[in-house]
T-cell receptor, first 111, second 116 residues
Framework: EDKVVQSPLSLVVHEGDTVTLNCSYE??????LLWYKQEKKAPTFLFML????IEKKSGRLSSILDKKELSSILNITATQTGDSAIYLC???????????FGSGTKLNVKP | GAVVSQHPSRVICKSGTSVKIECRSL??????MFWYRQFPKQSLMLMAT?????????EQGVEKDKFLINHASLTLSTLTVTSAHPEDSSFYIC????????????FGQGTRLTVV
């Protein structure tokens, strides 16, 4: 059964800390892994990863995919209260066009 | 980035009535649209996948007669919750992908449905 598992489920840090969120997947014919940030409403896109070992960066956020380990991490450096959100990862398959979402990691950044 | 507009953002309806939620891709043609449901503190649960001009593919456990999905054009998909019950109260989100080669999904703002 295809699935995506995220850890930890929740995390509390203080401003300035660095956090690493984990996502592992078991998806047949895996094509890509996506990270989203969800605040009060719909998720917003962060990264799409298709190649192993290539880091993608956007400001203080970065992510990398490891196809050998079937996993990805999302790093956030120098966290701010505005980073508080649920971070979702999703995987999709070739020829299937369906996204499998993890349960999300709820990040709470305290001042 | 591509924009997906979902309407309404909030709706309250009485038990037994039907509610229609619209999902529009504003600046791209969406070959495929997805409908998700999200319960409090849980992740997105895929309900169905719809391709323009064909019947939607429903996930196991989702009643196709209750959750009617229509994808009449490349920019519009609708989800109709028929004969709504309080247990249908939830957050419904649509997403759309621009084409078969692009897996990035863009999400609508979501619709908070409350059935009283």
């Amino acid at each position: 059964e295809d699935k995506v598992v995220q850890s930890p489920l929740s995390l509390v840090v203080h401003e300035g800390d660095t956090v690493t969120l984990n996502c592992s997947y078991e998806v047949t014919n895996f094509r890509s892994l996506l990270w989203y940030k969800q605040e009060k409403k719909a998720p917003t896109f962060l990264f799409m990863l298709t190649s192993s070992g290539i880091e993608k960066k956007s400001g203080r956020l970065s992510s990398i995919l490891d196809k050998k380990e079937l996993s990805s991490i999302l790093n956030i450096t120098a966290t701010q209260t505005g980073d508080s959100a649920i971070y979702l990862c999703a995987a999709d398959r070739y020829n299937f066009n369906k996204f499998y979402f993890g349960s999300g990691t709820k990040l709470n950044v305290k001042p | 980035g591509a924009v997906v507009s979902q309407h309404p953002s909030r709706v309250i309806c009485k038990s037994g009535t039907s509610v229609k939620i619209e999902c529009r891709s504003l600046d791209f043609q969406a070959t495929t649209m997805f409908w998700y449901r999200q319960f409090p503190k849980q992740s997105l649960m895929l309900m169905a996948t719809s391709n323009e001009g064909s019947k939607a593919t429903y996930e196991q456990g989702v009643e196709k007669d209750k959750f009617l999905i229509n994808h009449a054009s490349l920019t519009l998909s609708t989800l109709t919750v028929t004969s709504a019950h309080p247990e249908d109260s939830s957050f419904y989100i649509c997403s759309a992908t621009p084409g078969p080669g692009n897996t990035e999904a863009f999400f609508g703002q979501g619709t908070r449905l409350t059935v009283v």
